[in-house]
């Protein structure tokens, strides 16, 4: 089961918690929709903020998402790899 999540209003104006809760939930436009697993804690995040967001149990999964390494570390690893590269010839 997931939870399908639309950010229904702005988030100008609106307090600094409220806009990192919208933020947490992955929302950054109005009318953008997301797919999250459906929890305790995603659904204690739209309660908060309900005034801003819809929320709607559905049947479909979200995809899992693969969390990719910051752009500074894919870097020094590939120098470092390079660097051992070079050492071993």
């Known amino acids: 089961?997931?939870?399908?999540?639309?950010?229904?209003?702005?988030i100008a104006?609106?307090?600094?918690?409220?806009?990192?809760?919208?933020?947490?939930?992955?929302?950054?436009?109005?009318?953008e929709e997301r797919l999250l697993k459906d929890s305790p804690a995603t659904r204690g995040m739209v309660f908060s903020v309900r005034h801003l967001v819809h929320g709607e149990v559905v049947s479909q999964e979200p995809k899992p998402t693969v969390r990719r390494k910051p752009r500074h570390v894919r870097a020094r690893e590939a120098a470092r790899t390079r660097r051992a590269e070079k050492g071993r010839k």
């Not at 089961?1 to 702005?10: A, C, N, T």
């Not at 918690?17 to 929302?27: M, Q």
């Open 1 to 10: 089961m997931g939870y399908r999540v639309k950010l229904m209003k702005s």
């Open 13 to 31: 104006g609106a307090p600094e918690t409220h806009v990192s809760t919208v933020v947490g939930l992955g929302l950054k436009r109005m009318g």
